[in-house]
């Protein structure tokens, strides 16, 4: 089981910066894919940005953005501390949603922005963006 907590979302204005923080404890037996997913009213939930660990290098990682926020979005995490981020800059007025941190043990090969993929979810932290 892994527990995953949500922080840092508000409300900014376009152009802005946000950055999302995912805590997460319980299994530490192995290195879980993780990925930061939004959901706005009224759509289906989408990848955002997500990262795994390479298979053949344990310490390396793989990282994966949806098409929309290449560039302006970045995910990474602290292993120390148990974390994700995503740091949000330049956001736009379609950005806006419920964004939720998301971790699996395994993911299938090209899937690793496809939700179904994952098997925990947080809570989810609301981002808003309006001038």
């Known amino acids: 089981q892994v527990q995953l907590v949500e922080s840092g979302g508000g409300s900014v204005q376009p152009g802005g910066s946000l950055r999302l923080s995912c805590a997460a404890s319980?299994?530490?037996?192995?290195?879980?894919?993780m990925g930061w997913f939004r959901q706005a009213p009224g759509k289906e939930r989408e990848g955002v940005a997500a990262i795994a660990p390479a298979p053949i290098t344990p310490l390396s990682t793989t990282v994966y953005y949806t098409d929309s926020v290449k560039g302006r979005f970045t995910i990474s995490q602290d292993n120390a501390k148990n974390t994700l981020y995503l740091q949000m800059n330049a956001l736009k007025p379609e950005d806006p949603a419920m964004y939720y941190c998301a971790a699996a043990p395994f993911v299938s090969s090209g899937r690793s922005l496809v939700p179904s993929e994952y098997n925990y979810w947080g809570q989810g932290t609301q981002v808003t963006v309006s001038s």
């Open positions: 319980g299994d530490k037996s192995r290195r879980h894919h």
